[in-house]
């Protein structure tokens, strides 16, 4: 985790020092504007401190997802992308629930999967990664989408195990061709771009949801985690009057996020209440088959004497625990033995959310909550803009 400014506390005066200072040079009589006006300086200085302190902080935690998050991102595109073809069941229900002609948002949207899932609604994705975004443009335009790879997926939509994706040959999978037909349906109802979820350049209340699958878990401070579900809520459309209840039908519109849990103890992860949330995952990207057996070949031949070209290279681990970040390069990748590229590993930041968690960062944003739920290792969560006293939660 980057590290976080030091505390500014320690460094200011107390007000009530800096009061008996100040007034010790008013005379005996003293004087109550004076006073008011050193209170008032006072403060302020220790506002500008407080807010130089969120900033340096919040730059920080800025370095660290570009290393950890964007970085990785943008480096497995094409392979993450080809694990990520069938939508979860959940998500396609949230949307297919949506009426006729509604627009909303895919934030976070990855290669696109969901862009397509319900033909009646128009949706716009955005991502922070451009090569994701790319590859969810080419979907949209009808070119034929990633085979599927061979990282095995259980229902989650982001393997937590040190994850193998390869590029996959021959036959097309029936989950892949069903991804195919819903490139053919996002072509006339989607659009991509690229944007950054704490900064989304959509007008306020200009569309009737919002989805966001495994993405906030990837902020690194709570801070910025609330900060995103605040962005979300923002461009929904607000509630039709003050005091309506947020599910109603007039309660404005519905923005569904979905986390990782942090209890998974019934999982092969191990991971479950009282342990470590702020992890670093492993994805294991694996060089193809082909260039491995060359490889391979060549090392034999350097052994034995022969004139091949390049030695053996090693073999990262699948499934070792995240190294720290002092182990991994700027780029939050780890390769092989002795330095080589082979089977790179790249290294993803990760806020598991413990139970209510996530409930709590909604009404942090100024949310109120719909529903909420646990799905296969994930917490979820349908949330409205909050509506003044009549909002209401469960």
């Known amino acids: 985790m980057a590290s976080t400014s030091a505390s500014t506390s320690t460094a200011l005066p107390s007000v009530s020092a800096a009061l008996d200072v100040a007034r010790l040079g008013l005379g005996s009589t003293g004087s109550t504007e004076q006073e008011a006006v050193a209170e008032s300086n006072i403060t302020a200085e220790g506002a500008e401190a407080a807010a130089a302190g969120e900033e340096e902080e919040a730059s920080a935690a800025e370095a660290y997802e570009r290393t950890h998050v964007h970085g990785v991102y943008e480096a497995i595109a094409p392979h993450f992308s080809a694990t990520r073809y069938k939508p979860w069941p959940a998500v396609a229900a949230f949307l297919d629930a949506q009426k006729l002609g509604s627009v909303g948002l895919d934030v976070g949207c990855g290669n696109g999967k969901y862009l397509g899932v319900n033909p009646g609604v128009y949706m716009v994705g955005s991502d922070r990664s451009s090569a994701l975004v790319a590859l969810a443009a080419a979907k949209r335009c009808g070119l034929q989408p990633q085979a599927v790879g061979s990282g095995k997926r259980g229902g989650s939509d982001d393997d937590a195990t040190a994850t193998t994706a390869t590029a996959a040959s021959g036959s ?73 209840p947020a599910e109603t039908e007039t309660g404005g519109g519905r923005v569904l996020v979905y ?136």
């Open 172 to 244: 097309t999978s029936s989950a892949a061709m069903n991804s195919m037909d819903n490139a053919a349906v996002a072509r006339s109802v989607s659009d991509v771009l690229v944007a950054d979820g704490l900064s989304l350049p959509f007008r306020d209340g200009s569309v009737d949801f919002v989805i966001c699958v495994a993405v906030i878990h990837h902020m690194s401070t709570r801070q910025r985690r609330q900060e995103a579900v605040r962005s979300l809520l923002r461009c929904v459309k607000q509630p039709e009057a003050a005091g309506t």
């Open 259 to 394: 986390v990782w849990a942090l209890e998974q103890g019934s999982s092969r992860r191990g991971w479950d209440e009282g342990g470590e949330q702020d992890l670093l995952v492993p994805w294991v990207l694996k060089e193809p088959k082909t260039q491995k057996q060359q490889r391979q070949q060549q090392g034999q031949r350097k052994k034995g004497g022969g004139g091949g070209k390049g030695a053996s290279q090693g073999k990262a681990t699948a499934g070792t625990a995240a190294p720290t970040e002092a182990q991994t390069s700027s780029s939050g990748v780890s390769t092989g033995t002795g330095g080589h590229t082979a089977d790179s590993v790249f290294h993803r930041y990760y806020h598991l959310y413990r139970k209510g968690e996530l409930e709590e960062d909604v009404l942090a944003a100024g949310g109120a909550v719909v529903t909420s739920g646990y799905e296969k290792d994930n917490w979820w969560v349908v949330c409205a803009p909050a509506s003044g006293a009549g909002a209401t939660t469960s």
